[in-house]
C-alpha cells in the first residue's frame, strides 16, 4: 500500500525568503507524484508533476520540486516566496494502472508574511 | 471553458435530513470521485466511478450513496446515517488513463446542524 507524509503541517516564512515543503512517500511500486495547492475555500489546482523523465520539475510560478527515488522523497521548493503563494499544498502519489487513484498527504499550510 | 463544477458552494441542513451534492464535468473525463476535506486531514476518497454505471467504495464510504448514470455526472448524496456530515466536499475528475491527474472542482461546503 501506498502513503504520503508531509512532514511539516505549518510552515511560516518571510516573503522573498526560501521555502521548502518537505514530503516523503511509501510504496513498493513505480510512482507517480504531484503536488496541488488549495486557496482557502477553492478547490485543488495541479502545482506540478512528476510522470517521467527529468527528476527535477518546474511550475510556471517558480516552484520546483525533485523526485528523489533513493530517498522516496518529493520535496517542493521556492527560492522566493510571495505573499500570494499562501495557501495549503498537497502532495500526492499514484502507482497509476487501471486504478489510478491518488493517495494525499494531510496538507502544509504556507504562510508568507510581509 | 472546460471544467468542474460544483453546487451550491454553501449547504445548510438539518440533521436527519439527506441531502445531495451536485458535480459536473464537461471535460469528457471517464473517472470521477468525491472526497471529504476536514481540517489537518487531508484528503479522503468517498466514492469513485472508472465508468458510468458502475462505482466502487472508498475509504469512508459509510453514510454516503452516489450514482453514474451519465459520463459527465456524478451525484454524492449524504443520508442521515453519516455522523459527522458537517465538512467541505470536493470533486475531482480524470482522464482514466492510469496516470493518476485529476482535476477538482471547487467545493462545497455542508454545515449540519
Known amino acids: 500500500a501506498q502513503s504520503v507524509t508531509q512532514l511539516d503541517s505549518q510552515v511560516p516564512v518571510f516573503e522573498e525568503a526560501p521555502v521548502e515543503l518537505r514530503c516523503n512517500y511509501s510504496?513498493?511500486?513505480?510512482?507517480?507524484l504531484f503536488w496541488y495547492v488549495q486557496y482557502p475555500n477553492q478547490g485543488l489546482q495541479l502545482l506540478l508533476k512528476?510522470?517521467?523523465?527529468?527528476?527535477l520539475v518546474e511550475s510556471i510560478n517558480g516552484f520546483e520540486a525533485e523526485f528523489n527515488k533513493s530517498q522516496t522523497s518529493f520535496h517542493l521548493r521556492k527560492p522566493s516566496v510571495h505573499i500570494s503563494d499562501t495557501a495549503e499544498y498537497f502532495c500526492?502519489?499514484?502507482?497509476?494502472?487501471?486504478?489510478?487513484?491518488?493517495?494525499f498527504g494531510k496538507g502544509t499550510k504556507l504562510s508568507v508574511k510581509p | 471553458d472546460g471544467g468542474i463544477t460544483q453546487s451550491p458552494k454553501y449547504l445548510f441542513r438539518k440533521e436527519g435530513q439527506n441531502v445531495t451534492l451536485s458535480c459536473e464535468q464537461n471535460?469528457?473525463?471517464?473517472?470521477m470521485y468525491w472526497y471529504r476535506q476536514d481540517p489537518g486531514q487531508g484528503l479522503r476518497l468517498i466514492y469513485y466511478s472508472q465508468i458510468v454505471n458502475d462505482f466502487q467504495k472508498g475509504d469512508i464510504a459509510e453514510g454516503y450513496s452516489v450514482s453514474r448514470e451519465k459520463k459527465e455526472s456524478f451525484p454524492l448524496t449524504v443520508t442521515s446515517a453519516q455522523k459527522n456530515p458537517t465538512a467541505f466536499y470536493l470533486c475531482?475528475?480524470?482522464?482514466?488513463?492510469?496516470?493518476?491527474?485529476?482535476?477538482f472542482g471547487p467545493g462545497t461546503r455542508l454545515t449540519v446542524t
Open positions: 471535460l469528457n473525463h471517464d473517472a
Open positions: 475531482a475528475s480524470a482522464r482514466g488513463t492510469g496516470e493518476g491527474e485529476q482535476y
Open positions: 512528476y510522470l517521467s523523465g527529468s527528476t
Open positions: 510504496s513498493s511500486v513505480s510512482v507517480y
Open positions: 500526492a502519489v499514484s502507482a497509476g494502472g487501471s486504478q489510478g487513484n491518488l493517495i
